[in-house]
C-alpha cells in the first residue's frame, strides 16, 4: 500500500449530529438475506420517488443517531449488494445508506438522457427523504463520478468524500470507447461483455480464489435493462467534472488498486492533484472493484474518512 497528501487542508470542523436531522430508528438486518460477502447479510430495502417520478430502492442500517452518516454509490451494471461487505463493517459505528441507481437493480429503469448530473439529483433527493442535511458520500467507479457530480452540485451537503477506483475524466477517446461498450451490450447482450468485465473488475488471483464474489457479479451484471446499461455507458463516456474538483475543499480519501486499467493510478492522481488536501492510497494486488477484492481495506479507509469528518 502506498499512501499519499496534498497537504495543506485543517481539518473540518466535526459535524453536528443535528444535520442529520432526527433520529431514525435502527434497521435491524434479516436473517437469511443475500449477500456478495460470505458472513454478511443485506439490509432490508425501502422505496422512495425522486423529483421527476423515478423510485430508487435502497436501504439503511447501523446506528441512525452517531453522528455522521454515509451514503455508497455503487460502480456500473451493480446495485446496492455491491457494498454490503463494506457496509456491514461500517454500520457498527455510523449510519450506511445504500442504494440501487436509476437504470440499476429494483430502480426504476427510465429512458434517457442520463447524465451523472441527474444521478447527482437523484441522491439529493434520498437525501431529503431520509432526513440526512449533509452526509459523507463516497462512491465507486461509476458512484465516484456521481459523488463528484453531487459534491460540485451540493458542496453543503458532503461532509466528506470518498473515490474508489474512480475519475473525473475517462479521457478524449471516451465517448467512442463507451459508445462501442453500448452497441455491443445492444446488438449481442450483456453476457456478450461478461468475460471483458470479469478480468477487468477482478485480478487473477482474486478470479481463482474466490468464485463465488466473481459469480455473483456477474449475475448482477446480467440482470441488467440493456436499454438503462446503454444509457449510462453513454452518460459516462460524456463526463467530465475536471473543471469542478479546484473547488472542493471538503476531507477527500482517493483509494485506487495498483492493478486497476479501468481507471488507472494516473487517474487517481490527477484527482489528488486538483482537489487541494486530498489523499491517495494505491493498494498493492488489488484491480477495479475494491470494495468486492479488498472490503476490509476499504471500509478502513472510510472509516478513517469518517474520523476526520468528527474531528477524531
Not at 173 to 199: C, I, N
Request: charged content about 20%; hydrophobic content about 45%.
Amino acid at each position: 500500500m502506498r499512501e499519499y497528501s496534498s497537504g495543506g487542508r485543517k481539518p473540518l470542523f466535526p459535524l453536528r449530529r443535528s444535520l442529520l436531522g432526527p433520529p431514525r430508528p435502527e434497521l435491524v438486518v434479516q436473517k437469511g438475506s443475500p449477500d456478495l460477502a460470505a458472513g454478511s447479510r443485506a439490509a432490508p430495502s425501502a422505496v422512495m420517488t425522486t423529483r421527476d417520478g423515478t423510485r430508487l430502492a435502497y436501504a439503511l442500517q447501523g446506528p441512525q443517531d452517531r453522528g455522521a452518516g454515509i451514503a455508497l454509490v455503487h460502480s456500473l451494471a451493480m446495485d446496492r449488494a455491491f457494498w454490503q461487505p463494506v457496509a456491514g463493517k461500517l454500520a457498527v459505528e455510523m449510519p450506511v445508506l445504500s442504494y440501487d441507481c436509476r437504470g440499476h437493480g429494483q430502480s426504476d429503469k427510465p429512458k434517457g438522457p442520463y447524465t451523472v448530473e441527474l444521478f447527482a439529483r437523484d441522491l439529493a433527493d434520498l437525501l431529503d427523504h431520509v432526513g440526512w442535511s449533509s452526509a459523507i458520500v463516497a462512491g465507486a467507479s461509476m458512484g465516484g463520478c456521481v459523488s463528484l457530480a453531487f459534491s460540485a452540485a451540493f458542496p453543503s451537503r458532503v461532509a466528506a468524500l470518498g473515490l474508489i477506483d474512480t475519475t473525473a475524466w475517462y479521457g478524449a477517446e471516451a465517448p467512442q470507447q463507451w459508445a462501442e461498450r453500448a452497441a455491443r451490450a445492444a446488438k449481442d447482450g450483456m453476457s456478450a461483455l461478461v468475460e471483458f468485465q470479469t478480468t477487468r473488475w477482478f485480478g487473477d488471483r482474486f478470479r481463482a480464489e474466490h468464485p463465488s464474489v466473481v459469480g455473483q457479479s456477474v449475475d448482477a451484471f446480467l440482470r441488467n435493462d440493456v436499454d438503462a446499461y446503454v444509457e449510462t455507458c453513454r452518460m459516462l463516456g460524456a463526463a467530465d467534472l475536471r473543471a469542478a474538483l479546484p473547488g472542493m475543499t471538503m476531507p477527500t480519501a482517493i483509494v485506487v488498486g495498483d492493478e486497476d486499467y479501468a481507471t488507472p493510478v494516473a487517474m487517481a492522481e490527477a484527482l489528488q492533484r486538483a482537489i487541494k488536501g486530498s489523499t491517495l492510497t494505491v493498494l498493492t494486488g488489488a484491480r477495479h472493484l475494491t470494495p468486492l477484492e479488498v472490503p476490509e481495506r476499504i471500509a478502513s479507509e472510510l472509516s478513517a474518512l469518517a474520523r476526520r469528518v468528527r474531528g477524531g
